[in-house]
């Protein structure tokens, strides 16, 4: 059971009520994470931002819902794990990279290079290594990318720590989180 409260979104006050509108506009549901952050509009507002934001950036979709399975196997959010299994079907992940992205693996090499990074930014707290760079910018990942799959890392971890917090009842199909 939840440990954080959440709004109803036909009872919401009107800023959580446009917020959550515009959520089941979006992805045809609203989902128990949304609703729970919407007990602050504007903490469902700063994830709403950065998420359209990071939409508009040059990271295709697909490799950031792979990113967001990684960092839910690296924070053991099981809330995550299963939500973006659905969110990167929905974006086109095949079903062998969405077994395998939680731990860093993808069949396009661009790809991993950015997982295998993501991993290192979570598993090192930013402090990744020189070589780290070195093998994500050999892949094809110029700076601006570079710093999309830092902040996609940052806006995971951020809805990881929420759901942890609260314990969000999973409103996805149930995906095992791997080897955690």
């Known amino acids: 059971m939840s440990r954080l409260s959440a709004v109803d979104p036909a009872t919401a006050e009107p800023t959580a009520k446009s917020l959550l509108n ?3 506009r979006a992805l045809g549901t609203t989902p128990n994470m949304m609703r729970a952050m919407a007990v602050s509009p504007a903490v469902l507002d700063a994830y709403l931002s950065q998420s359209g934001a990071l939409s508009k ?18 924070n053991s959010c099981e809330y ?27 069949a396009d090499h ?29 892949a094809g990942h110029g700076d601006g990318e570079i710093g999309e799959i830092v902040a996609n890392v940052a806006l995971n971890v ?23």
């Open 80 to 106: 995550c794990y299963a939500a973006h299994h659905v969110l990167g079907e929905r974006a086109g992940v095949s079903g062998d990279d969405l077994k395998t992205a939680g731990q860093g693996q993808a």
């Open 110 to 138: 661009k790809t991993q290079a950015a997982l295998k990074f993501a991993k290192a930014v979570i598993e090192t707290r930013g402090f990744v290594s020189d070589q780290d760079l070195e093998e994500v910018r050999a």
């Open 22 to 24: 515009k959520v089941e």
């Open 158 to 180: 951020f809805t990881n720590y929420f759901n942890s917090v609260a314990r969000t009842d999973v409103d996805f199909p149930v995906v095992a989180l791997p080897g955690k």
């Open 57 to 74: 950036g040059a990271l295709p979709a697909a490799v950031r819902e792979q990113i967001a399975l990684v960092a839910a196997v690296e």
